[in-house]
């Protein structure tokens, strides 16, 4: 498949290592674009329910397809969140075209666009309350898992996938309303330091709307999630939109995953000439113990 030129990518709440994570279509989805900026914005690796034995290979590739985006000249801003807190005492890290941030405010085409992930208005990832937030990704660990067997079976039916998790969260006022809080919130702070758009991840829910408020207007973006929506927001021709994975737009064949072995294999680290020498000195010691 050919590469399409984007200008700029906005991808956030991979989490990586975790069960719900769609590894496969994030890699299908790194290998269709050539962006010139990626943005990352935040719980990229998900560093509160990761497990060193849960890191499946296809995880790994979506490493290796962010890498080889940096090998073919793409400027990487890996922007933290609060599953990937603990890259936070590395911020404002720059390695050539990598940079690592908590936040950043980009002009882009003349327009002012302030970027971060968004659980600095989240007081459930604070204090006392985030043990219960990593208590509850375990239970949505848990809820995910049960769904991914229920869609293998509505997928042998011949049926459409759906997502608990998705339903239950958009059939609750208060979920619905907290979204709506956190977007009013987020827009009103951009608009208050004159910004022309906000863009957040965070609470998985892809969004494009202009927020108005007696002080001014801001066009408010959420480029989604990648465990429930499968969604990024791609800039190209002076505008944003929203990006929507679609299984059918990748029917090509697929590379193959490399297994990983468990066993180590031998170590070798004697060049082939001190193999050489050694086999020598072993055969003429073996003939002077003849002689």
């Not at 468990?262 to 004697?270: D, Q, Y």
């Amino acid at each position: 498949m050919k590469r399409r030129e984007v200008e700029v990518v906005v991808m956030s709440d991979l989490h990586l290592g975790t069960f719900g994570c769609n590894a496969k279509e994030i890699v299908d989805y790194l290998k269709s674009i050539h962006p010139q900026i990626l943005v990352l914005n935040g719980d990229i690796i998900d560093g509160w329910q990761f497990k060193k034995s849960y890191f499946p290979v296809i995880h790994m590739q979506v490493i290796k397809e962010i890498m080889n985006l940096l090998s073919m000249g793409t400027r990487v801003i890996y922007i933290t969140g609060n599953h990937d807190e603990m890259m936070r005492r590395y911020s404002d890290l720059q390695i050539g075209n990598f940079q690592l941030t908590d936040k950043i405010v980009m002009e882009i085409n003349g327009k002012m666009t302030w970027i971060f992930h968004g659980d600095v208005f989240d007081a459930t990832t604070k204090g006392g309350a985030k043990l219960l937030a990593k208590l509850g990704g375990q239970g949505y660990d848990l809820l995910i898992i049960i769904n991914s067997v229920i869609n293998w079976f509505l997928k042998l039916m011949g049926k459409e996938k759906m997502s608990f998790s998705k339903k239950v969260k958009n059939g609750v006022k208060k979920a619905v309303s907290w979204i709506g809080d956190f977007e009013q919130t987020a827009a009103e702070l951009a608009i208050e330091k004159k910004y022309d758009y906000v863009i957040c991840g965070h609470i998985h829910q892809p969004q494009k709307r202009v927020i108005t408020t007696d002080k001014g207007s801001v066009i408010y973006l959420n480029s989604g999630d990648w465990i429930e929506n499968l969604t990024a927001l791609e800039y190209n021709n002076n505008d944003w939109s929203i990006y929507q994975y679609d299984s059918k737009q990748f029917n090509t064949p697929k590379a193959p995953v490399v297994t990983m072995e468990k066993r180590l294999p031998k170590l070798n680290v004697m060049p082939d000439e001190v193999m050489l020498f050694n086999s020598i000195a072993t055969i003429q010691g073996a003939i002077k113990l003849t002689l």
